[in-house]
């Protein structure tokens, strides 16, 4: 055969094979899509009655999953990818797809079928306990079955495989290729800023002082009483002038807001009203709808394999974070929305002026409740938890001690103690879930937040004036051209670095709340 031809045919084979696996792989996102639909079904649409059957249909298919991933065929067309990948015969894009596909496949083959079964009957039994354990404020309730979720996630962390920590390797599924000791380094500067800022926040001799006019920024003013109907014709208008696409994605109501996608087109976030509390739906829209504007800015054309998937969990709530509080609580884009409020709510609003409504909005208070907690406090309640949940993984504290350390690092950091367990170790679904390794990504979140901020304010001068005047497409377009477009081309680590020339740190974040809050609480240096 002349070698043209021979070379033609080793080509071809080799688009092949890559064609072959990108089919299958297809295959797994179209059922991924389909659960994460079941998913958004049950959350918005279900009647009671059909939550068990649901739950039977949910395992099927998840099931059916799990089994075509670790299936025989797709192993060995993966093994052949990656050679392909090895030898240098794929493109960096193609490269990353067999990286990653890689990646998910080793973590998956390695957990034994038993154990997955095991965790997800306990950790269904463990809700219900949870449940009722926070209702009636007992600990011990829900002791031994946190207990027993602990040591599965141990043995899961054994299965797996780590260098340094145990911890690493549940961190791993949320996070990918972050290590606890980096978490904890970044999160000790950061605890050493906050806990000092909070306490001169509250103790400032400014603020207790009669100034010129000036009062103490109170959160109470925002009350009054708001119509759900009026509340989501406003919080669609603020979803739509930020860019979420109404063509490609849904909002409607659930118990819990989040995010969801079935594919970039069509993205699907949840709200939930209080009527004596707008901001409570509002600033969750905006958030979920910074979820949403991600999903939404994937390409396409990559559905069906990692390139059209986000990095992590930490830089999804980046995108959330960015819009709900560098944008959404920030004195320009309400500039332009104020008028429209007072439009809208002639009561409270009429009567309050657009800087006391500002310094309201982000009024600092330590709080009990991780949920409930504001910019300069919402990160003390994650780092208690990372450095608590941590310590179990590795073994250093028991389950059982955990309401008397919570309650220590409550005092500590955030100069509060809960009364209850519900208001303290109970109040969070994450551990009785088995989600061990979830909470530090929603700290990492928010320092990615104003780390890029600080990166796109530099490339776009006027950048906020633009807001006050309701233009958010040229911010929206920067985070679709730096991070939405790559979907997992590039690690966490890697994107951060490429965007903002240095690796996570601390500093942007309290940088950002030392200027922004010496402001609101007009603190002496
Ligand atoms: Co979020």
Redesign the pocket.
């Known amino acids: 055969m002349p070698q043209v031809k021979v070379i033609a045919k080793i080509r071809r084979r080799r688009i092949d094979i890559y064609n072959e696996f990108t089919t299958l792989l297809l295959e797994l996102y179209q059922l991924k899509s389909v659960l994460a639909l079941l998913d958004w079904d049950t959350q918005v649409n279900m009647p009671e009655k059909g939550a068990q059957r649901r739950g039977e249909t949910v395992a099927y298919l998840a099931g059916l999953l799990h089994n075509k991933f670790i299936s025989r065929e797709f192993g060995k067309l993966l093994k052949s990818v990656k050679k392909l990948s090895q030898e240098g015969k794929l493109d960096e894009k193609q490269s990353a797809v067999a990286r990653e596909v890689s990646r998910e496949f080793a973590r998956e083959k390695k957990l034994p079928e038993k154990h997955v079964r095991e965790l997800a009957q306990l950790t269904s039994e463990a809700h219900q306990v949870w449940v009722r354990a926070r209702r009636e404020n007992k600990f011990r309730f829900f002791l031994p079955y946190l207990e027993r979720i602990i040591d599965l996630k141990r043995r899961e962390a054994e299965c797996v495989g780590y260098r340094q920590s145990p911890y690493d390797a549940l961190l791993d599924t949320y996070e990918p290729g972050a290590k606890a000791a980096e978490i904890d380094k970044i999160f000790t500067d950061l605890k050493e800023f906050l806990v000092p800022f909070l306490k001169k926040i509250q103790s400032d001799p400014l603020r207790e002082a009669s100034q010129i006019g000036l009062k103490k920024p109170k959160i109470r003013i925002l009350r009054g009483n708001f119509p759900i109907d009026k509340q989501q014709e406003l919080g669609r208008m603020v979803a739509e002038a930020l860019g979420f696409d109404f063509t490609a994605g849904r909002i409607d109501q659930a118990v819990h807001p989040f995010a969801t996608n079935f594919h970039p087109e069509d993205v699907r976030i949840t709200t939930r009203f209080d009527t004596r509390d707008l901001f409570y739906s509002l600033m969750s829209t905006i958030?979920e709808v910074g979820?949403a504007l991600y999903e939404q800015g994937l390409p396409v054309e990559n559905f069906g394999t990692p390139l059209a998937e986000s990095i992590s969990l930490g830089i999804h709530?980046s995108q959330?974070r960015v819009w709900e509080n560098q944008v959404g609580r920030s004195l320009p884009f309400w500039k332009y929305f104020y008028p429209t409020l007072r439009r809208k709510f002639p009561q409270p609003f009429g009567k309050i002026k657009l800087e006391d409504f500002h310094r309201a909005l982000n009024s600092v208070r330590p709080s009990l409740i991780r949920t409930e907690a504001d910019e300069v406090t919402y990160n003390l309640h994650i780092i208690l938890r990372f450095e608590l949940e941590k310590a179990l993984i590795e073994g250093e504290i028991t389950p059982a001690e955990l309401p008397k350390l919570w309650k220590k690092k409550m005092k500590d950091y955030l100069g509060i103690v809960p009364k209850t367990d519900r208001e303290g170790v109970l109040q969070d679904i994450h551990w009785s879930a088995g989600l061990f390794g979830y909470f530090p990504t929603y700290t990492l979140g928010n320092l990615y937040s104003a780390q890029f901020y600080a990166a796109a304010k530099l490339s776009n001068p006027g950048l906020e004036s633009q807001f006050s005047r309701g233009k958010f497409a040229k911010f929206r377009n920067w985070l679709k051209l730096n991070i939405h477009i790559h979907g997992k081309f590039y690690s966490a680590d890697q994107l951060c670095k490429k965007i903002t020339g240095k690796p996570l740190s601390a500093k942007y974040f309290t940088d950002y709340l030392a200027s922004k809050y010496s402001q609101i609480y007009k603190l002496s240096d």
């Open positions: 958030h979820h709530e959330s």
